[in-house]
RNA sequence: GUUAUGUUUUUAGAAAA
């Protein structure tokens, strides 16, 4: 039962998950437990619809069934996920209250976990670490998730030598003779820790991202030296990173690896492989490689849909291309904002104003809001195809749905004036977009 | 198959001049 619910939540399709969930149908044997509303929560928490997922919990206390763990860090996950840091916080507050002191559910790793991400997802760090410390106040020990979270969110801010350094006290921990009160984390965060791959997967990527692939590819022995196998995520990044750097020899023997290790390539691995290869024009290898997953029986996200249809319009199948959306919308897929900006550019691209019209109409129906990309796709669409005025008017249209334009909606727009013999207008841009302080290349 | 299956935290791929 708890099983179904959760596919239904994952779904979104919340009407049947409560019915099952209240039994309302008066047809199911077992009854519902926290796991059951715990799982609903999630769900509910998933599609941003927090408000739900209290009024459950209200509805488990009229119950009488007992909250767990899973309860409140689902509800620290879902207040982290609409921005709402400190209403997570407090949970974590009570949870580890003096009120709560017998008896009660103590606030635990997990949670703190959470929070921890939560707080480096919005760039502050250093409540981050401020959190670890009060973590282990409360009696709570850091994990190599705790570490992971921070390492990894020290690089997303492109502190990668803290980011080293933490994971070298992460395997100091292990060793007892390294305490000696020096670094500052170490000696808190008690012992028997390992960097996992995820650590690497981190410290890998970010390098990757970085065209430092040398020192990516370093890790990356180094991790196998050190008995950590690395999984679809390393070589999927690995990938990643040699085939942006233009490395299709390695990447490929690479992929060959992984395969014999016994690690199956997945949606990302592929996805990989063929946006490299349509955006290098071998249009039928990427084609080939989309088939082989249909036969290996891995399924299309949206990330992939994205991917191709991208690059058929790249390659000039544009019919295709729209095929492709056709085939996810079919497929019950979702597409999201990029999958919309990839469409529409597409369709700029081609010089089908009208279509892409069409679609942005679709988009607002479905509630996804353009962004500056999709504006600037657009704007630069009308440029192209010598229709300036359009161009202009999708441009205070932006403006006054409160999106910003940037460097490239700029000088899109400055590329037609100057085209269409309006040198002042042009002028007029450079100097609005300087007041604005967007960096002018 | 019963230190079995289910709910919570960290890492990889996609769009514009």
Not at 68 to 85: A, H, V
Not at 130 to 150: F, I, K
Not at 151 to 162: A, H, M, P, R, T
Request: hydrophobic share 40%; with cysteine; glycine share 8%.
């Amino acid at each position: 039962k708890n099983i179904v619910i959760h596919s239904l939540c994952k779904a979104g399709d919340f009407d049947k998950a409560l019915d099952l969930l209240r039994d309302n149908n008066g047809s199911c044997d077992f009854e519902s437990d926290v796991v059951s509303y715990n799982t609903v929560i999630w769900g509910f928490c998933k599609h941003g619809l927090l408000e739900m997922g209290l009024g459950l919990v209200s509805e488990m206390v009229k119950r009488g069934v007992e909250f767990d763990n899973f309860t409140f860090n689902i509800l620290m996950k879902g207040y982290c996920e609409k921005g709402m840091l400190r209403n997570a916080e407090l949970v974590m507050e009570m949870l580890c209250g003096d009120a709560n002191r017998d008896g009660g559910i103590r606030g635990d790793v997990v949670g703190f976990n959470t929070l921890i991400h939560g707080y480096c997802k919005d760039g502050k760090v250093s409540n981050g670490f401020q959190l670890m410390e009060s973590m282990v106040r409360a009696g709570v020990l850091p994990d190599v998730v705790t570490y992971n979270t921070l390492i990894d969110s020290l690089c997303e801010l492109g502190d990668f030598d803290s980011a080293k350094i933490l994971m070298d006290e992460l395997l100091e921990c292990n060793d007892s003779r390294a305490n000696d009160g020096e670094k500052r984390y170490s000696l808190v965060s008690g012992v028997g820790l390992q960097a996992d791959n995820i650590t690497y997967n981190s410290l890998i990527d970010w390098c990757g991202k970085k065209y430092r692939i040398e020192e990516a590819l370093a890790m990356y022995k180094e991790m196998i030296a050190k008995g950590i196998d690395p999984d679809v995520v390393t070589y999927s990044s690995v990938i990643n990173a040699l085939l942006k750097s233009g490395r299709l020899a390695e990447a490929k023997s690479l992929f060959h690896e992984m395969v014999q290790e016994g690690v199956d390539p997945n949606h990302v691995t592929y996805s990989t492989f063929v946006d490299y290869f349509f955006k290098n024009r071998s249009a039928m290898v990427a084609l080939s490689l989309q088939s082989q997953m249909v036969v290996r029986g891995i399924a299309f996200d949206n990330v992939v849909f994205t991917v191709l249809i991208d690059g058929l319009f790249k390659v000039g199948r544009a019919r295709a291309a729209k095929d492709m959306f056709q085939n996810l919308l079919d497929s019950n897929g979702q597409p999201n904002q990029i999958t919309y900006s990839a469409l529409i550019d597409g369709l700029c691209k081609i010089g089908d104003m009208e279509g892409v019209e069409s679609v942005l109409q679709q988009m607002k129906e479905r509630n996804f809001q353009p962004n500056v990309v999709t504006y600037s796709s657009i704007i630069n669409g009308y440029v192209k195809s010598g229709m300036l005025e359009a161009a202009i008017n999708v441009m205070f249209d932006m403006v006054s749905h409160d999106v910003v334009p940037n460097a490239f909606t700029y000088s899109a727009l400055i590329d037609g004036c100057f085209k269409a013999g309006t040198k002042d207008i042009a002028e007029g841009l450079f100097e609005d977009m300087k007041f604005r302080g967007v960096d002018e290349n």
